[in-house]
T-cell receptor, first 113, second 112 residues
Framework: AAGVIQSPRHLIKEKRETATLKCYPIPRHDTVYWYQQGPGQDPQFLISFYEKMQSDKGSIPDRFSAQQFSDYHSELNMSSLELGDSALYFC????????????FGPGTRLTVT | DQQVKQNSPSLSVQEGRISILNCDYTNSMFDYFLWYKKYPAEGPTFLISISSIKDKNEDGRFTVFLNKSAKHLSLHIVPSQPGDSAVYFCAALVGGADGLTFGKGTHLIIQP
C-alpha cells in the first residue's frame, strides 16, 4: 500500500539559512499534519491542513510556515534556522480531517550547523 | 508538563509470552487514544486505537484496554514475536483538535 512520502530524507543547513520540507500524503487523504521530534523527545505537533486550509496549530515557531496545495501535498518552510531546529520532522496524513488514525511518513532529518 | 506518560522506558519479554505496555494520561479532555510502533530511522506506524466511549478494542494479536476513571490505558500483545521489538508510543487526541500528544515511548525487546 502507498505510504506518506517525505522529501528530502536528510538535509543539512547552516544557521540563518532557509529550508523547505515536502510531504506527499497517502492517495485520497485530504489532511496533513507536521510534527517535530527533537533528540530523545516525543513528537510535537506543529500544524495541520484540511482541504488546503489550516486546520489546527500547535507549537510552530513564527519562523516556520506551511501550506497545502491543490494536489494535497504540503510544504513546511523554515527560515532563519537555528541550531535548536535540528530534529526529525514527520509528516502524517489522514482522511476526513478529524485527526484520527494519522499515518506517518519516514521523516526528514534536518541538521543545522 | 507531560500529559501522556509512559513510565517504563524499556520492557523485555520472552517470545511467545504476553507483552503489556502501559500508558497514563492527565488531560481529561482526551477522547481518543492510539498506539504507534516505531523502528529506528522510520516514522511511527499506526497499530490500534480506542475511543473514550469504549473500554476495549481488539485487532489480531493487539488489544488495547482503557480505564477512564484511572486515566490509564494498556496495550497487550499476545503472543509476542521477535518482529514486535520496537519503540511503542502511546498518543492521545482532544476531541476536535488535530495534534496528537505523545508519550515518550517504551522500548519493547522480545527475547528468543
Amino acid at each position: 500500500a502507498a505510504g506518506v512520502i517525505q522529501s528530502p530524507r536528510h538535509l543539512i543547513k547552516e544557521k540563518r539559512e532557509t529550508a523547505t520540507l515536502k510531504c506527499y500524503p497517502i492517495p485520497r487523504h485530504d489532511t496533513v499534519y507536521w510534527y517535530q521530534q527533537g533528540p530523545g523527545q516525543d513528537p510535537q505537533f506543529l500544524i495541520s491542513f484540511y482541504e488546503k486550509m489550516q486546520s489546527d496549530k500547535g507549537s510552530i515557531p513564527d519562523r516556520f510556515s506551511a501550506q497545502q496545495f491543490s494536489d494535497y501535498h504540503s510544504e513546511l518552510n523554515m527560515s532563519s534556522l537555528e541550531l535548536g531546529d535540528s530534529a526529525l520532522y514527520f509528516c502524517a496524513s489522514s482522511r476526513g480531517g478529524q485527526g484520527y488514525e494519522q499515518y506517518f511518513g519516514p521523516g526528514t532529518r534536518l541538521t543545522v550547523t | 508538563d507531560q500529559q501522556v506518560k509512559q513510565n517504563s522506558p524499556s520492557l523485555s519479554v520472552q517470545e511467545g509470552r504476553i507483552s503489556i505496555l502501559n500508558c497514563d494520561y492527565t488531560n481529561s479532555m482526551f477522547d481518543y487514544f492510539l498506539w504507534y510502533k516505531k523502528y529506528p530511522a522510520e516514522g511511527p506506524t499506526f497499530l490500534i486505537s480506542i475511543s473514550s466511549i469504549k473500554d476495549k478494542n481488539e485487532d489480531g494479536r493487539f488489544t488495547v484496554f482503557l480505564n477512564k476513571s484511572a486515566k490509564h490505558l494498556s496495550l497487550h500483545i499476545v503472543p509476542s514475536q521477535p518482529g514486535d521489538s520496537a519503540v511503542y508510543f502511546c498518543a492521545a487526541l482532544v476531541g476536535g483538535a488535530d495534534g496528537l500528544t505523545f508519550g515518550k515511548g517504551t522500548h519493547l525487546i522480545i527475547q528468543p
